[in-house]
């Protein structure tokens, strides 16, 4: 099946049969012979549907106006008698300053007796077609009719549009003349803009900029020697703190001699406790061998004199001789007694003597060590409080001098501080008054911005509305050279 458009070009269309209609014969079956011609007229002003020679004209059509230009349109034909009943509806969009109606592609399909087509045209415009169509033949009064109720409804639809027409071209007559009076105002807003923006340009200038240099090198001065005192600090605090753990170091030695002199102490008492306990026991022995000899003494007056008296005993008596037994002298027994007593004696004073002597010579050679080393502890000692109070005199002096250096660090800081804090205001004045200034110079720039955005908008929806209505008036004068054609071919 082929479609004839307003291009003069034949179009291809696909028709699929699918006849539901009841019929009471089957002479009267509808049948499709030839192809069929569907002629289609959009435009503005007139829309009718041509299709295999009969005209189908649009009934009623919205237009809505927003930046672009639509249009909607359905059509309903009806006839009384059983010959066509047929119904459609069209919608085209026109949209931007192209009104040539282009043919992409059309597609048709029937169903039961209804036709849906739909078309895409040039210049961003659609065309949907959908058509519906009962077929009974009974009588012989079907195509007649149905032209002469085509004629009248074509007739009726004309008119409307024409109105429609007057109406659309009115409101766009209003609205294009609201925007020139817009775009005039805000040409004379942003004149008057732009002569504010010179005048205070003009009047808020700088001179010149003030020069700041001297500033800066003060304030690099001030941060060399704010740097410098800090090294000074930095270097007099390691110092403290060496000072503090030498004399730390100095204590803890202290503090170890002490210890070793107490435990020397400690010793000392102990072994002068030995020499007293020894030289009790020297007394003590002493006592003893003036005992004993004082005892041998005793038995030797003893002795002698039960000698002496023994002896005149036997003198006066008779010396009897006799031939016996040799038999023991006692004074030879005596004798011999008092030697092994007296060697038993010497032997026990002289072990006496030698052990004396020898615990006399460890003590005193235990004394002696220990007087020595009692001696260099006492000079340790001597040198450690000597140290102590050197370090403590160089502790109070570095104290001291850390809280001079730290108040004059202070004056320094706040002097400089004071300065500092004067330049950062008048710098933070300085930034704020830039500040203020480059955020009215952005405002002042994005207003116009706005304002020429505006303007080239409006330029853009004239030069629009421009192109619509020179694009109207061709298809005025192509629907006036097409309204006939199409009218002879109905009739």
Same mark, same amino acid.
Request: with cysteine; charged share 20%.
């Given at each position: 099946?082929?479609?004839?458009?307003?291009?003069?070009?034949?179009? %291809?269309?696909?028709?699929?049969?699918?006849?539901? @209609?009841?019929?009471?014969?089957?002479?009267?079956?509808?049948?499709?012979?030839?192809?069929?011609?569907?002629?289609?007229?959009?435009?503005?002003?007139?829309?009718?549907?041509?299709?295999?020679?009969?005209?189908? %004209?649009?009934?009623?059509?919205?237009?809505?106006?927003?930046?672009?230009?639509?249009?909607?349109?359905?059509?309903?034909?009806?006839?009384?008698?059983?010959?066509?009943?047929?119904?459609?509806?069209?919608? +085209?969009?026109?949209?931007?300053?192209?009104?040539?109606?282009?043919?992409?592609?059309?597609?048709?399909?029937?169903?039961?007796?209804?036709?849906?087509?739909?078309?895409?045209? &040039?210049?961003?415009?659609?065309?949907?077609?959908?058509? +519906?169509?009962?077929?009974?033949?009974?009588?012989?009064?079907?195509?007649?009719?149905?032209?002469?109720?085509?004629?009248?409804?074509?007739?009726?639809?004309?008119?409307?549009?024409?109105?429609?027409?007057?109406?659309?071209?009115?409101?766009?007559?209003?609205?294009?003349?609201?925007?020139?009076?817009?775009?005039?105002?805000?040409?004379?807003?942003?004149?008057?803009?732009? &002569?504010?923006?010179?005048?205070?340009?003009?009047?808020?200038? %700088?001179?010149?900029?003030?020069?700041?240099?001297?500033?800066?090198?003060?304030?690099?001065?001030?941060?060399?020697?704010?740097?410098? @005192?800090?090294?000074?600090? #930095?270097?007099?605090?390691?110092?403290?703190?060496?000072?503090?753990? @030498?004399?730390?170091?100095? &204590?803890?030695?202290?503090?170890?001699?002490?210890?070793?002199?107490?435990?020397?102490?400690?010793?000392?008492?102990?072994?002068?406790?030995?020499?007293?306990?020894?030289?009790?026991?020297?007394?003590?022995?002493?006592?003893?061998?003036?005992?004993?000899?004082?005892?041998?003494?005793?038995?030797?007056?003893?002795? +002698?004199?039960?000698?002496?008296?023994?002896?005149?005993?036997?003198?006066?008596?008779?010396?009897?001789?006799?031939? !016996?037994?040799?038999?023991?002298?006692?004074?030879?027994?005596?004798?011999?007694?008092?030697?092994?007593?007296?060697?038993?004696?010497?032997?026990?004073?002289?072990?006496?003597?030698?052990?004396?002597?020898?615990?006399? !010579?460890?003590?005193?050679?235990?004394?002696?060590? #220990?007087?020595?080393?009692?001696?260099?502890?006492?000079?340790?000692?001597?040198?450690?409080?000597?140290?102590?109070?050197?370090?403590?005199?160089?502790?109070?002096?570095?104290?001291?001098?850390?809280?001079?250096?730290?108040?004059?660090?202070?004056?320094?800081?706040?002097?400089?501080?004071?300065?500092?804090?004067?330049?950062?205001?008048?710098?933070?004045?300085?930034?704020?008054?830039?500040?203020?200034?480059?955020?009215?110079?952005?405002?002042?720039?994005?207003?116009?911005?706005?304002?020429?955005?505006?303007?080239?908008?409006?330029?853009?929806?004239?030069?629009?509305? &421009?192109?619509?209505?020179?694009?109207?008036?061709?298809?005025?004068?192509?629907?006036?050279?097409?309204?006939?054609?199409?009218?002879?071919?109905?009739?």
């Amino acid at each position: 099946m082929w479609a004839v458009l307003d291009d003069g070009m034949s179009h %291809p269309i696909t028709i699929e049969h699918n006849h539901s @209609a009841h019929v009471t014969d089957a002479a009267h079956v509808p049948r499709w012979v030839g192809p069929m011609t569907l002629h289609t007229d959009v435009s503005c002003a007139d829309s009718s549907i041509w299709v295999n020679g009969c005209c189908f %004209p649009v009934m009623e059509i919205n237009m809505k106006h927003q930046g672009s230009y639509s249009s909607s349109g359905s059509l309903m034909v009806g006839h009384s008698s059983r010959g066509h009943c047929s119904s459609g509806s069209i919608s +085209s969009l026109h949209h931007g300053s192209s009104n040539t109606l282009h043919h992409k592609s059309f597609s048709c399909s029937n169903t039961g007796g209804s036709y849906k087509s739909s078309s895409h045209l &040039r210049g961003n415009s659609k065309l949907s077609i959908s058509s +519906s169509a009962g077929l009974a033949h009974g009588g012989g009064s079907g195509h007649g009719g149905l032209t002469s109720h085509l004629k009248s409804s074509n007739n009726h639809a004309h008119n409307l549009l024409r109105i429609n027409e007057k109406d659309t071209m009115k409101a766009l007559n209003e609205r294009l003349a609201s925007y020139l009076d817009k775009v005039h105002s805000l040409e004379q807003e942003n004149a008057e803009l732009e &002569r504010k923006i010179c005048e205070w340009y003009a009047n808020n200038a %700088p001179s010149s900029i003030p020069d700041s240099s001297e500033y800066y090198r003060t304030i690099q001065e001030l941060q060399n020697q704010i740097s410098s @005192a800090t090294i000074n600090s #930095g270097r007099i605090v390691l110092q403290i703190d060496s000072a503090q753990q @030498a004399s730390n170091d100095f &204590r803890s030695r202290c503090e170890m001699e002490i210890n070793t002199r107490n435990n020397v102490d400690g010793d000392t008492g102990s072994l002068r406790r030995v020499l007293q306990q020894i030289n009790n026991e020297v007394q003590t022995l002493s006592g003893e061998v003036q005992c004993l000899q004082q005892e041998l003494f005793q038995m030797r007056n003893n002795h +002698s004199g039960e000698v002496d008296g023994l002896r005149a005993q036997l003198g006066t008596r008779v010396n009897v001789e006799m031939n !016996a037994a040799p038999s023991i002298d006692p004074n030879r027994a005596l004798s011999e007694l008092r030697e092994e007593y007296e060697n038993m004696m010497e032997r026990n004073l002289r072990e006496v003597e030698g052990m004396f002597l020898a615990r006399s !010579a460890e003590l005193d050679r235990e004394m002696s060590s #220990g007087a020595v080393q009692l001696q260099s502890v006492n000079n340790d000692i001597i040198d450690s409080k000597r140290s102590l109070q050197t370090l403590e005199i160089d502790l109070q002096s570095q104290l001291s001098m850390k809280s001079a250096l730290e108040s004059t660090l202070s004056e320094t800081e706040a002097t400089f501080g004071s300065q500092l804090s004067q330049l950062q205001c008048m710098i933070d004045n300085i930034e704020g008054q830039l500040t203020q200034i480059r955020s009215d110079l952005e405002q002042q720039n994005h207003e116009y911005q706005v304002l020429m955005d505006q303007k080239t908008h409006l330029e853009m929806e004239i030069n629009t509305y &421009r192109h619509l209505l020179d694009g109207h008036d061709i298809h005025i004068a192509n629907h006036t050279s097409s309204g006939a054609s199409h009218h002879n071919k109905c009739k």
